[in-house]
């Protein structure tokens, strides 16, 4: 068994790029979603090692200390953190020249043979999903005879193994938790509408749904929602409680946790029995009925993406959701008691000044309790990006150009009608015109008063928001 460190890399300060984040860049509130991704192989290795850079606040100097301990190194990559994550592999290669080194994550599955031509520092690439691939080369299996696998030969050429096969038996995969209680730091992962400190995993892969610009069910997870039983999904609750007594909140990473609906319920009514504080992703369709089973078992918060408030756009990205049927679920979650986090993109195919108000509109009148607005972005392997390519939208030479040098999301996009430093821009107003609104800022400040925890949570956010919005400019 090879001695085997799982990395994400050191990056741009305040970088989420951890395979939990749906965008990989530096966030508008600092956050940080665990590198589940990377926990799940490292939990089928007892003996590896799980480093979290940006979230620990790791220096590339303290990796590089710590590297030579490992004969196998596994570093998690993506489009935007690509380039700083070939250095890094470049210099854990010089500091000990015998390691082997390997990237996975959707960049590399979609794009093997350039990843492995950008440096001959990487040895191999795992494409699909990679879980047992580490697992099989970290056991010694040669490189030839491992599914998933794009490697780099010995006379320097590259050659490209059988695909690996979807996991359908997912009860079957160790608990992530394991890793999170040898590794990492609870207390180092927050998100601006998770109660904190929380903890998130994957009850299930892939998503059914087909939106255009969805990275992870087009490249890695697949469409097929392939789940863990509920049995399992409560055991690993009960270790959650069990090892992190302080966490406030259970977050399911799921793409659509709602997807299956019986089973949602199932589940949701095991977790009432605990009295466990849980949200999760949600498509924005789920009945009233389904609603109040979660709400009625400890559902806190849903985790939805509207994307638009304009019917066509939806249309374009194949989110397969009306306009009026969100209205009527945003409603019935407000009548529960639920909580919204909103996520909205500006930027998408039919995107134009009027429909960036439309929206705008739409978020203000729904009112989620809190929002998040991103810049449509064109991961390599999306047929956003394949659009992209079609219709000349892309404004950078550079086709994974999707943050600045700074690591903040830019707009790679552009319309013959709508430029891209319009959709840049539509950002920021977006933000002000639905947070600085007498309303909204009563209810924040009504939620500050009533919790002085929540008080200096929320002051910090607003100096880092600030910040962030200065640091785009």
Not at 109 to 120: D, G, K, N, Q
Not at 320 to 344: E, Y
């Amino acid at each position: 068994m090879m001695k085997t460190l799982f990395l994400q890399a050191p990056s741009f300060d305040g970088f989420d790029g951890g395979a939990g984040s749906r965008y990989q860049a530096k966030r508008e509130i600092r956050s940080f979603w665990y590198p589940t991704w990377l926990a799940q192989p490292a939990a089928l290795l007892p003996e590896s090692k799980l480093i979290d850079a940006p979230a620990a606040g790791v220096s590339l100097a303290q990796v590089l200390k710590e590297a030579p301990r490992y004969e196998l190194v596994v570093i998690h990559t993506s489009s935007p953190s690509f380039p700083s994550d070939i250095r890094v592999a470049e210099a854990l290669k010089e500091a000990n020249p015998d390691s082997m080194i390997g990237l996975v994550g959707a960049k590399v599955a979609i794009e093997p043979e350039p990843s492995l031509l950008a440096s001959t520092a990487v040895d191999f690439v795992a494409r699909e999903e990679f879980d047992y691939t580490i697992a099989e080369v970290a056991q010694g299996q040669p490189l030839a005879e491992t599914d998933g696998l794009s490697y780099r030969t010995a006379d320097g050429k590259v050659a490209h193994n059988a695909p690996r096969a979807m996991i359908e038996k997912m009860d079957e995969l160790p608990f992530v938790t394991e890793v999170y209680k040898r590794d990492l730091r609870v207390e180092d992962y927050f998100i601006g509408y998770l109660l904190h400190p929380y903890v998130s995993f994957y009850t299930g892969r892939g998503c059914r749904s087909r939106c255009t610009f969805c990275l992870w069910p087009q490249t890695v997870g697949g469409h097929h929602y392939r789940v863990r039983s509920a049995e399992r999904v409560i055991e690993e609750v009960k270790l959650i409680r069990r090892y992190f007594p302080q966490v406030q909140e259970v977050f399911f990473d799921d793409d659509t946790f709602t997807d299956d609906r019986a089973r949602t319920e199932e589940v949701a009514l095991r977790l009432g029995k605990l009295g466990v504080t849980w949200s999760c992703n949600a498509k924005a369709n789920v009945p009233y009925e389904t609603l109040k089973v979660m709400r009625d078992n400890g559902l806190r918060l849903l985790l939805v993406g509207y994307e638009s408030g304009n019917q066509q756009i939806l249309h374009n990205i194949r989110k397969g959701l009306r306009v009026g049927r969100a209205r009527q679920f945003t409603s019935d979650c407000r009548k529960l008691g639920i909580t919204i986090h909103g996520t909205f993109i500006v930027g998408l195919p039919g995107e134009t000044r009027e429909t960036i108000q439309e929206t705008i509109r739409f978020a203000k009148e729904i009112n989620p309790h809190t929002i998040q607005v991103s810049i449509a972005a064109p991961y390599p392997g999306t047929r956003l990006h394949r659009e992209a390519l079609e219709n000349g939208w892309l404004t950078d030479a550079e086709e994974g150009h999707l943050v600045n040098d700074r690591g903040v999301q830019v707009s790679p996009l552009g319309y013959p009608h709508l430029s891209h430093t319009e959709i840049f821009d539509s950002v920021e107003t977006f933000y002000k015109r639905f947070y600085f609104r007498a309303g909204k800022i009563a209810e924040i400040t009504g939620e500050m008063v009533r919790d002085p925890q929540m008080m200096k949570r929320r002051l910090r956010e607003g100096v880092e928001f600030v910040r962030f919005l200065r640091e785009r400019h």
